[in-house]
């Protein structure tokens, strides 16, 4: 069992930054590839970047264009996702998600863990 725990959101204006973090706990953390997922109102949950177990990542390019960069510290089981120059449309609640395999996916079936979510809005 692995519990995630988001921090890190709240309210910024448009071109502004957020650094969201996830603490794990329950499971070899290093082993675990994680991801962040983001859903905003009436729309489906979308993926917004992963990290292997290795540190290898992914990321949703089309939405993102290089603006988020996700990170993880394996001493303190944590991983990060550093959100820059935002827009509006970044407005969602942000979810963690673990899975237990090495390497990582965009899909959100591929995960079986997550976190209660993190509300960012970005005013305009």
């Known amino acids: 069992q692995v519990q995630l725990v988001e921090s890190g959101g709240g309210l910024v204006q448009a071109g502004g930054s957020l650094r969201l973090s996830c603490a794990a706990s329950?499971?070899?953390?290093?082993?675990?590839?994680m991801g962040w997922f983001r859903q905003a109102p009436g729309k489906e949950r979308e993926f917004v970047a992963a990290?292997?177990?290795?540190?290898?990542?992914?990321y949703n390019t089309d939405s993102l264009k290089g603006r988020f960069t996700i990170s993880r510290n394996n001493a303190w089981n944590t991983v990060n996702l550093q959100m820059n120059s935002m827009k509006p449309e970044d407005t969602a609640v942000y979810y963690c998600?673990?899975?237990?395999?090495?390497?990582?996916?965009?899909?959100?079936?591929?995960?079986?863990?997550w976190g209660q979510g993190t509300q960012v809005t970005v005013s305009s």
């Open positions: 329950g499971r070899t953390f290093s082993s675990s590839a």
């Open positions: 998600a673990a899975r237990p395999y090495y390497s990582a996916t965009d899909a959100a079936s591929g995960y079986e863990y």
């Open positions: 990290i292997g177990g290795s540190g290898g990542s992914l």
